[in-house]
């Protein structure tokens, strides 16, 4: 290493070999090289529309830019490989690029500081994600709307406590999950709005003083507006932080489906069977079928977390403006988006490919009282108060538990031992089914609510994924 630094001026000692080493984001930010082109090529055309340097030197320095975008997309590895030593990638590109071109390369910086320039790259760079993120969310409720459609009418027990409490249908259940994606997907839309800002022209922290035209590189990037403060624009990474926050929040919840999910596949639940596609087997237990794929949503949601603690940290102590404990908000932002794009494809691919074991959750709600609450509802239909008719179910469900029964399984004259108000046409009125019928409250499980729900919920899907498209 050691060849002379592009910033070497002040002092002629050759700096440290550790330092290099401690020093150095190239192995991580190298991921950035499009964007850093991108604002480098903003950058030159505006200098040049300002007349801070000659129309020629910035087509010379256009050209080198090119050039250099080229040799890294015939072969990145390749580029990486040879430029492994250098300190990031914002120099790798300068030192090449002074390389093709000469001394003319030197102008390229004028009126700019990495600092300004780090934080164009990681915006321009995590719209691009965000946008990604979005398309990967829709998929998912378009894969939720899918089987919500097919299960509408499968009844299932729904639990609180993880204990049997009401009748719900199986499409209510994957619509819950389809609205907190929902809420997801517009927590990634509305935070792209904060990364769309343009901190290029912020210099090192004070802004400079060339002529420059920051409105003209914001339209060229394809930036709503140029941030409004300099010393702000550099050390800001509120829109890191934010990503890692919705990225947290959406990977929690695809954790909670997985949990419910490995819960499911359990033989003792036994609601779902796992495709041997997305199942794995033991090395030493020759029956077992393993649900790896939730167990690992469930994992990687612990690292996405550990990431939006680490970048808080990283910023909580920090002073106006640029210090370089700002680089450390890269690989933690890096691997939290890798994560999330695995973790949502699978999670879409992983639910396709279940199967439903409709007979055995047939057979679940009629074990444990879930028609309870209807039984007392039947009561004050006939003007019981809610608490007196809650009291004579209580007893009914006692009674039944100790004499192994079910509420159908009583004849007209055990109601009666309960409440004399109950009549033969309370066994129709707590059919399962009836019991979940009859919830057509707004929001409420019924299946015709879910069917409606559903269709209103495809048409608002169409319309994301259109917004989505016109901004990729
Ligand atoms: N690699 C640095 C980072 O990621 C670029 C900015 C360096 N600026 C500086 N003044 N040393 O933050």
Redesign the pocket.
């Known amino acids: 290493m050691n060849k002379q630094k592009l ?1 070497a001026g002040r002092s002629t000692t050759p700096t440290n070999e550790l330092l290099d080493e401690f ?1 150095s ?2 192995p991580f ?1 190298f991921v950035l090289w499009k964007y850093d082109l991108r604002g480098s090529k903003a950058h030159v055309q505006m200098l040049s529309d300002t007349k801070i340097i000659s129309y020629s030197d910035a087509e010379k320095i256009l050209n080198g830019l090119n050039q250099v975008e080229k040799e890294i997309e015939k072969n990145e590895k390749l580029w990486f490989e040879k430029n492994k030593n250098e ?5 790798a590109i300068e030192r090449r690029l002074t390389e093709l071109i000469g001394d003319t390369a030197k102008k390229l910086h004028t009126a700019r ?3 300004d ?2 934080a164009t790259d ?1 915006r321009l760079w995590l719209i691009n994600e965000n946008l990604q993120t979005c398309d990967q969310i829709i998929d998912l409720r378009k894969v939720l709307l899918n089987l919500a459609e097919r299960d509408s009418n499968q009844i299932l027990p729904g639990y609180t406590h993880l204990q049997k409490a009401q009748p719900i249908s199986l499409g209510h259940y994957w619509m819950a999950h389809y609205e907190r994606l929902s809420r997801d997907f517009e927590r990634f839309n509305e935070i792209r709005k904060r990364v769309n800002n343009n901190p290029l022209g912020s210099g ?1 922290l004070a802004g400079t003083t060339y002529p420059i035209d920051r409105d003209k590189t914001t339209s060229t990037l394809g930036f709503s507006s140029p941030t409004k403060n300099s010393l702000d624009a550099v050390s800001d990474r509120d829109f890191v932080a934010e990503h890692h926050f919705a990225s947290t929040l959406l990977i929690v919840h695809l954790s909670q489906l997985a949990e419910e999910l490995i819960i499911w596949s359990t033989d003792e639940f036994n609601f779902i069977k796992l495709d041997d596609q997305f199942a794995t087997g033991s090395s030493m237990m020759p029956q077992k079928k393993n649900p790896d794929v939730p167990e690992l949503i469930r994992g990687k949601s612990g690292r996405v977390l550990g990431n939006l603690q680490s970048i808080l940290v990283v910023l909580k102590g920090l002073p106006l403006a ?1 210090n ?1 404990d ?2 450390e ?2 690989e933690a932002l890096f691997d939290t988006c890798k994560t999330i794009k695995l973790t949502l494809e699978i999670t879409s691919r992983f639910l396709e490919s279940i199967k439903i074991n409709n007979l055995r959750m047939d057979e679940s709600v009629e074990s444990g009282f879930l028609n309870a609450t209807d039984a007392a509802d039947y009561l004050v239909k006939k003007n019981i108060p809610f608490r007196e008719a809650y009291y004579a179910v209580g007893r009914a469900v006692q009674y039944c538990t100790e004499n192994d029964k079910s509420l159908a399984d009583l004849t007209i004259n055990e109601w009666k031992k309960f409440h004399e108000k109950f009549e033969e046409d309370v066994a129709s009125h707590i059919s399962l089914r009836t019991c979940l019928d009859n919830r057509k409250s707004y929001g409420g499980t019924s299946p015709d609510n879910v069917k409606l729900e559903i269709s209103k919920a495809r048409e608002i899907t169409e319309r994301d994924l259109e917004s989505i498209k016109k901004q990729r």
């Open positions: 910033w020093n984001s190239f930010d300190e990031d990638v914002h120099m500081s990495r600092n320039q780090v990681l090192a640029y370089k700002l680089q908000d890269k």
